[in-house]
């Protein structure tokens, strides 16, 4: 299924009650938006997650969906609250919320990419937001409802797996004097997203890889495990934070040539996420 927010793969049988979702990975970038903008077609995709999308691309041959975004980050950011809005970038907004992330650029719609560069050589009207938020926001978190929703009345429980890639640099800067830097950040923050047996299981998959891992430093989980995160309900969501330079050049935002042999790992965690989430039990609607 594809529309103008986001791409939907999925399995012929849905056998897990997985769901795999890549917010950031979008690369459409539209004539309008690039024209409108201070920085040049390769600068603005530094906030990108490229090429996340295509990691994990084999969930549904694992029974499980993935939705992937169309637009980039740069455009509209779905791991934002839709109200996170910048009076700083958009006209007719009085105030912005308490949220260090909208003052610091990184709201709904960014002021900013990353390195704190400006995107925008003025401020955006109030209709051009509304219409982003119409047209992306609220279509991609719509189906990702749904594909929860359809998860906990099929399987009596969801895990959502939000996928994402991170700098290097960034990995670099928080790395703690004698532990090995992680190669994958699992974020639920701190518990109140997913329970400490699913984060467990999904920390062993990497493992299991051959991946070192870390948990929720730097990255604890955005609004998308913030709002979906139900663990009392059995709705769980752990966002992935993958160290880019395992699979790509960040200066030329090119996948490296051993990409593949990558993409094929995380198929292998894909696999072991899917398998153990059912455990002994059958889907419902088989019972």
Not at 226 to 234: E, I, T, V
Request: contains cysteine.
């Amino acid at each position: 299924m594809i529309n103008d927010a986001f791409t939907l793969h999925l399995p012929p049988r849905r056998t897990s009650p997985v769901i795999f979702s890549s917010p950031h990975s979008g690369a459409e970038y539209p004539q309008a938006f690039v024209s409108n903008s201070l920085l040049d077609h390769h600068m603005i995709r530094s906030s990108e997650d490229a090429f996340v999308d295509r990691l994990f691309s084999a969930a549904p041959d694992h029974g499980a969906p993935l939705i992937a975004a169309r637009m980039p980050r740069a455009y509209l950011d779905l791991n934002r609250a839709a109200d996170e809005l910048d009076p700083a970038v958009i006209e007719g907004i009085d105030r912005a919320p308490h949220n260090p992330r909208v003052s610091s650029g990184l709201g709904v719609i960014p002021r900013v990419v990353a390195g704190g560069r400006a995107i925008y050589r003025g401020k955006l009207s109030r209709k051009e937001a509304e219409l982003r938020l119409l047209n992306v926001w609220h279509p991609y978190h719509a189906a990702l409802k749904t594909l929860l929703d359809e998860s906990l009345a099929t399987f009596g429980e969801a895990i959502l797996i939000d996928c994402h890639s991170m700098p290097h640099e960034a990995i670099e800067a928080h790395a703690r004097p004698g532990h090995p830097r992680p190669d994958v950040v699992l974020g639920d923050r701190f518990g109140a997203a997913a329970s400490r047996d699913v984060m467990d299981r999904v920390e062993a998959a990497f493992a299991e890889a051959g991946l070192r891992t870390a948990r929720n430093a730097p990255f604890a989980g955005a609004y998308i495990a913030q709002a979906y995160g139900r663990p009392s309900r059995r709705q769980h969501v752990v966002q992935i934070e993958i160290d880019r330079a395992l699979y790509m050049d960040e200066d030329r935002i090119v996948p490296r040539p051993d990409f593949q042999r990558f993409q094929g790992v995380i198929t292998g965690v894909i696999a072991r996420i899917t398998a153990f989430s059912t455990g002994d039990r059958l889907p419902l609607a088989a019972e």
